[in-house]
């Protein structure tokens, strides 16, 4: 079993960034992939990046690159989302995801689920 805990979500003016951050726990050492999804009210779950998680491969839905960069801490099993120049669009719950295969951004594809982190940006 692998456990997931998302932090630094929180509310911030249109133009800001935020970090997120997920730590992993248990059997960390099978994870291959480790990705960010994102839910808003009345909307269905999107992805949003992934890092392939020994070779650093990462993928990004279109409408966060060149503003979001997703990056892990291998000594302390940790993913991190850095997101800049934040927009009312990107407001939504954030989830962390793992999954034992190289995956890239289908939902059902990851086994493990963070409980979330609401990002609110105010405009």
């Known amino acids: 079993q692998v456990q997931l805990v998302e932090s630094g979500g929180g509310l911030v003016q249109t133009g800001a960034s935020l970090r997120l951050a997920c730590a992993a726990s248990?059997?960390?050492?099978?994870?291959?992939?480790m990705g960010w999804f994102r839910q808003a009210p009345g909307k269905e779950r999107e992805f949003v990046a992934t890092i392939w998680w020994n070779a650093g491969i990462t993928y990004y839905v279109d409408s966060v690159k060149g503003r979001f960069t997703i990056s892990r801490d291998n000594s302390n099993n940790t993913v991190y989302l850095q997101m800049n120049s934040l927009k009312p669009e990107d407001m939504a719950v954030y989830s962390c995801a793992a999954s034992l295969l190289f995956v890239r951004d289908t939902a059902r594809e990851y086994a493990y689920w963070g409980q979330g982190t609401q990002v609110t940006v105010s405009s």
């Open positions: 248990g059997r960390t050492f099978s994870i291959k992939t």
